[in-house]
């Protein structure tokens, strides 16, 4: 499947500039002239990159940015006329992956397009652990049994992926505690065994890969 990127700039000439280079490079291209209408196209089609120029009416591109960022880790390229290190400290504030300066080589930005791109699929790759049919997305926090999502808590997901990062070791429940709910926690310790069984139940036919390890605390084993 192609990937599609979104221009938005409010230059015609830039604009079309861009998309004719995309467009060689196999790309889908939509196009916006100002910021509202880049929020609208962003919210409506699968983007897989964002070009976004500084200065554009309506919004900005900082306000755009912060947009997409509220919403997704999608990769996002900001144009800027300027190279004032303060605008640029902001933007890598609001999570922009990298900026070009005007005037710009089209040539230069498909460079950097491709490298983010293939940067980007190779972070979801090792973002996906798949376990014997237990499959655990670390960027989306989803987390299957085969094709079933189970909805786990926020904590109840930090507790699977400690005890999978840690598959294998045993685990006490001192441990546990410290590192899922922190140093400054002063819970009971049984809030691990709590959340032990609600996972172990959540997970079905896979709550025998959590292992009680007597007289100490649990551990992961993949069967």
């Known amino acids: 499947m192609k990937e599609t990127i979104l221009i938005a700039e409010d230059e015609i000439r830039i604009r079309i500039l861009l998309r004719d280079y995309l467009l060689r490079e196999n790309y889908n291209v939509v ?11 962003f919210s409506s089609n699968n983007i897989t990159l964002a070009i976004l120029d500084v200065m554009m009416p309506k919004m900005d591109g900082f306000e755009v940015a912060e947009f997409i960022r509220s919403k997704t880790s999608t ?86 992926l400690y005890l999978i990062e840690n598959k294998g070791i045993a685990l006490t429940r001192d441990k546990i505690l410290d590192n899922v709910w922190g140093m400054d926690y002063f819970g009971d310790i049984r809030t691990v065994d709590t959340n032990i069984k609600r996972l172990r139940e959540k997970l079905k036919d896979k709550a025998n890969y959590i292992a009680t390890v007597r007289g100490s605390g649990y551990k992961l084993e993949v069967k």
């Open 31 to 41: 196009e916006a002239k100002d910021g509202e209408e880049a929020v609208n196209l």
């Open 75 to 160: 990769p996002i390229i900001m144009l800027t006329a300027k190279s004032e290190e303060e605008d640029k400290l902001h933007g890598y504030d609001l999570g922009i992956d990298d900026y070009v300066t005007k005037p710009f080589s089209p040539k230069v930005l498909i460079a950097k397009i491709k490298a983010l791109l293939k940067r980007t699929v190779t972070e979801k790759d090792s973002a996906l652990i798949d376990l014997n049919g237990l499959t655990v997305n670390k960027l989306s926090h989803e987390v299957k049994v085969y094709d079933d999502v189970i909805n786990l808590s926020p904590k109840e997901f930090e507790l699977l």
